[in-house]
């Protein structure tokens, strides 16, 4: 079963405009991670957030969470053509620890 | 050079047929991790190694077999492949590193069509 469910599914936006996309998830969390993935290609890890942390910056990207909520968001600023790709959130569940689970992820395209 | 590799990266096959996809990776990492992606599914585990004794199924391990013949190793098998089996299918590695969390490194991914 999927613990990370993710919204929107497709997003499609100008270069310089802000992309946010939102994961929820189950069960509690040791810690959230956000994946991206090109077309076809592996997945790279973007950023990771701890269950402690409320939210956390790594360049044009920033990545909050809500604990009580059960939600994380990625926000990715002033937005390039080439941020187009697919973005997934990963949580790594108390219960599991190391084993993440992915969410179904969000395809974002930039538009030049 | 790629710190995770996977071969082979398409490979076309007929239903019945066995077919082995290997990963190797060069980061000296102990958790090795095989997924299947199908589209609007996102990735799905299906056999997790924490180290080279310990291998655990995976939320769909039916259908397939792994073997991990090193630490650097990984290798996953369908014994029969049927079209549904039809994915891409991604290999990653994890360590807890200084942090304590578990990022991911994933491999390039094999496309894999059964017929």
């Known amino acids: 079963s999927q613990q990370g469910e993710e919204d929107p599914q497709a997003l499609s936006i100008q270069e310089g405009e802000n992309a946010t996309m939102n994961c929820s998830y189950k069960t509690s969390i040791n810690n959230l991670q956000w994946y991206r993935q090109n077309s076809g290609r592996g997945l790279v890890h973007l950023i990771l957030?701890?269950?402690?942390?409320r939210e956390k910056h790594s360049g044009r990207l920033r990545v909050t969470l809500d604990t009580s909520k059960k939600s994380s968001s990625l926000l990715i600023t002033a937005s390039r053509a080439a941020d187009t790709a697919s973005y997934f959130c990963a949580t790594d569940a108390v219960s599991n620890t190391g084993k993440l689970i992915f969410g179904q992820g969000t395809t974002l395209q930039v538009k030049p | 050079d790629a710190d995770v590799t996977q071969t082979p990266r398409n490979r076309i096959t007929k239903t019945g047929k066995r077919i082995m996809l290997e990963c190797s990776q060069t980061?000296?990492?102990?958790?090795m991790y095989w997924y299947r992606q199908d589209p609007g599914l996102g990735l799905r585990l299906i056999y997790y190694s924490f180290d080279v004794k310990d291998i655990n199924k995976g939320e769909i391990s039916d259908g397939y077999s792994v073997s991990r013949q090193a630490q650097a190793k990984f290798s996953l098998s369908l014994e029969s492949a049927i079209p549904n089996q039809t994915a891409l299918y991604f290999c990653?590695?994890?360590?807890?590193?200084?942090?304590?969390?578990?990022?991911?490194?994933f491999g390039p991914g094999t496309r894999l069509t059964v017929l």
């Open positions: 980061k000296g990492h102990d958790r």
């Open positions: 990653a590695t994890s360590d807890p590193g200084t942090s304590g969390s578990y990022e991911q490194f």
């Open positions: 957030i701890r269950s402690n942390e």
